[in-house]
């Protein structure tokens, strides 16, 4: 299956997540490098789902201030699927949608 056929509309591309050994200096570097600023940024605790079974981690992050795409930082857990990995990998991508249940049939 071609991988274009695996995701939506790339313009509802709202955020690509990039894990970092250091948020601070992960967020001071992408500031002089891209111009970016920062809007939400802080720690949220989220229930996951580990190798060992659920858990709940407290995630390091912040949201790049101004869009349409927007960067996010965010701080490694070791021992968990948010390790860094290799150089110049993203961690994940966000598709915004409108309405999931109606999304979901083309990412399936």
């Known amino acids: 299956m ?3 056929t695996l995701f939506p509309d790339h313009a509802d591309l709202y955020h690509t997540g990039i894990v970092v050994h250091d948020l601070e200096k992960a967020k001071a570097e992408m500031c002089e490098q891209l111009g970016l600023t920062w809007g939400v940024q802080g720690e949220s605790e989220q229930p996951v789902v580990l190798e060992s079974g ?3 981690l407290t995630f390091g992050l912040a949201y790049s ?19 860094v990995p290799r150089p110049g990998s ?9 309405d999931v249940t109606e999304t979901l ?3 399936n």
Do not use: K, M, N
């Open 90 to 98: 993203a961690h994940h991508l966000v598709y915004w949608s409108d």
């Open 65 to 83: 201030a101004r869009g349409p795409h927007r960067i996010e930082p965010v701080q490694a857990i070791p021992g968990t699927l948010w390790e």
């Open 2 to 4: 071609p991988v274009a």
């Open 105 to 107: 049939p083309e990412i």
């Open 54 to 56: 659920p858990a709940r």
